[in-house]
């Protein structure tokens, strides 16, 4: 049985993407931010889809300290439970936010959820990956087609933009699964990002002010179903042969931004690194 990780697990698409992996029979591990949040996704899996194995855990993955935390743990548990083999990581957890506010390490919230939580935990879990020729998955977006990376202010420390800071975590999804892919080129692990559309979640209810919170409510009523952009998740994990192409929407490949190349794949991955204090073999 093939195991597949989901961050952000607990509502929303995650949720949607955990739910049909278990149907496919993939053994899944939910990482979600809350105990409750998590007893409660783990409760309606199992009684929605009973006989499946379905394990969570939790942390605030918007901290490093808690990545590492998270990453061990989960660690043990592939080691016990999987052969120490992992197909899927998919990172799908994100945030938006209002105003400017950092985490314990000192960054941008937005940049350092959807971004670099994905990076370290995928430095974290990569020998389990390349064990099974395993496949990472990024929740993108298409607002990332308009945004070029701030270089020069990559946190928008001077003016903050809730918006802009949103799209280019968005294209920091894209030059990352790029970097993986150019720097694993013999195929032992594949990277694919996923623009799932406008769909239906809270995400822009949560920690935002009053005006975020009514414009995404208004955005929100002509989105999806989050069970239908989660298709292509499943999609993507259930080809035999890993796809070519990066960037995926309801199951097709699409173009991606010309901002997407090996420049500023390789220049962020760098920077990547030194915010994390890591470094990725080969
Ligand atoms: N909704 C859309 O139309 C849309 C469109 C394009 C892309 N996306 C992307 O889709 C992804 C999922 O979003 P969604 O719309 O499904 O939103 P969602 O329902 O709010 O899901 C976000 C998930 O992340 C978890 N989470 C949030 N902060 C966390 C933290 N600090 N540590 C650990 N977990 C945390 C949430 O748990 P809690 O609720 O317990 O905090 C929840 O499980 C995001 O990457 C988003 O950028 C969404």
Redesign the pocket.
């Known amino acids: 049985m093939k195991t597949i990780i989901v961050?952000?697990?607990?509502?929303?698409?995650?949720?949607?993407v955990c739910k049909s992996l278990l149907q496919a029979q993939y053994r899944v591990i939910g990482?979600?931010?809350?105990f409750d949040?998590c007893e409660k996704?783990k409760t309606l899996l199992r009684t929605e889809i009973p006989d499946q194995e379905v394990e969570f855990f939790?942390?605030?993955?918007?901290?490093q300290r808690?990545v590492h935390r998270i990453a061990d743990q989960l660690s043990e548990h592939i080691e016990k439970t999987s052969d120490s083999c992992l197909f899927g990581l998919i990172?799908?957890?994100?945030?938006?936010r209002s105003w400017y506010s950092t985490t314990e390490d000192g960054y941008e919230?937005q940049f350092a959820?959807?971004h670099l939580?994905g990076f370290l935990l995928t430095h974290r879990l990569l020998k389990y990956l390349k064990n099974e020729s395993g496949r990472i998955l990024l929740?993108?977006?298409?607002?990332h087609q308009w945004m070029k990376i701030h270089w020069s202010d990559i946190m928008f420390q001077k003016g903050y933009h809730p918006l802009l800071a949103?799209k280019q975590?968005?294209l920091c999804?894209l030059l990352f699964a790029y970097a993986l892919n150019t720097r694993y080129p013999s195929r032992e692990i594949q990277a694919f990002c996923i623009?799932?559309?406008?769909?239906?979640?809270?995400?822009?209810?949560?920690?935002t002010g009053k005006l975020v919170s009514f414009v995404w409510n208004l955005?929100?009523a002509g989105?999806v179903l989050?069970e239908i952009?989660a298709e292509t998740y499943r999609f993507l994990c259930d080809q035999k042969k890993n796809p070519d192409g990066l960037y995926y929407k309801n199951c097709r490949k699409m173009p991606f931004s010309r901002q997407v190349n090996r420049q500023n794949a390789e220049q962020l991955f760098a920077l990547s690194e030194q915010f994390c204090n890591i470094q990725f073999g080969v």
């Open positions: 961050t952000g697990a607990t509502s929303g698409i995650g949720f949607a990482i979600g931010h809350t949040h996704a939790y942390g605030d993955l918007m901290q808690e990172h799908n957890v994100g945030c938006v919230q959820l959807n939580a929740t993108s977006s298409q607002s949103y975590s968005k999804n623009d799932p559309g406008l769909f239906r979640t809270d995400i822009g209810n949560k920690k955005r929100k989105g989050p952009p």
